[in-house]
């Protein structure tokens, strides 16, 4: 799998927007790029994901580069339940169908 | 909707005995996931199974780990004998494989302490 490359850690204000970058140079036409965030005592839960065009929901939005190499997550105005930790993953489902392959993601504290 | 239900939360154990962990998964989810979460680190996948049959168990140490999903529903991960190194978060996660990138459902995991 290709590998992804995140700050350790990151801090915010609560109500502000957080953008948690993540690098991925190595990716391939057929990675696609998924968040998924753990907060504290929690499994990991699904936060989005996208293959080239910039992905908005209800939780976050991704920001893809036009060449694919980095991603962006972004929380629009965090609260202090954002508390957790984000990975970011590249998932090729021709190569590792099912299997998510977890790095050690960024710590994100959000301040009151 | 109720999520992956896993048991005990906690379990604490000396070294050489045996453990088993349980998980209910998602109702109509046909794939189940255990992973283990080492302190500080993310989830790493043990075994995958689709209905029954476990399609990879390629991280899977054989020597002391077992696992079974019994009519394709609840999955049971036993470790006979734990280690020390055996202390860990271990996580079940659920989908429906199919559907294009299925997300996978993680239950809150059970904390097992070796001692």
């Known amino acids: 799998d290709a590998k992804t490359t995140q700050p350790n850690s990151m801090e915010s204000n609560e109500e502000e927007p957080v953008h948690l970058p993540c690098n991925h140079s190595?990716?391939?036409?057929?990675?696609?790029i998924h968040w998924y965030r753990q907060l504290p005592s929690q499994g990991p839960e699904y936060v989005i994901h996208g293959l080239t065009s910039n992905v908005n929901n209800r939780m976050a939005s991704l920001a893809i580069a036009e060449d694919r190499k980095s991603s962006t997550l972004i929380l629009h105005r965090a609260t202090l339940r954002d508390a957790a930790v984000y990975y970011c993953i590249l998932r090729d489902l021709q190569v590792s169908y099912g299997k998510l392959t977890f790095g050690q993601g960024t710590i994100l504290t959000v301040h009151p | 909707e109720a999520g992956v239900v896993q048991s005990p939360r906690y379990k604490i154990i000396e070294k050489k005995q045996p453990v088993a962990f349980w998980c209910n998964p998602i109702?109509?989810?046909?794939?189940l996931y255990w992973y283990r979460q080492n302190l500080g680190q993310g989830p790493e996948l043990l075994i995958r199974?689709?209905?029954?049959?476990?399609?990879?168990d390629s991280q899977l140490p054989k020597d002391r780990f077992s696992a079974e999903r019994l009519k394709g529903v609840d999955s049971t991960l036993k470790i006979q004998p734990a280690e020390l190194g055996d202390s860990a978060v271990y996580l079940c996660a659920s989908s429906l494989v199919g559907r294009e990138q299925d997300e996978q459902y993680f239950g809150p995991g059970t904390r097992l302490t070796v001692t």
């Open positions: 190595t990716i391939s036409g057929t990675d696609y």
């Open positions: 199974y689709e209905n029954e049959e476990a399609v990879d």
């Open positions: 109702s109509g989810h046909n794939t």
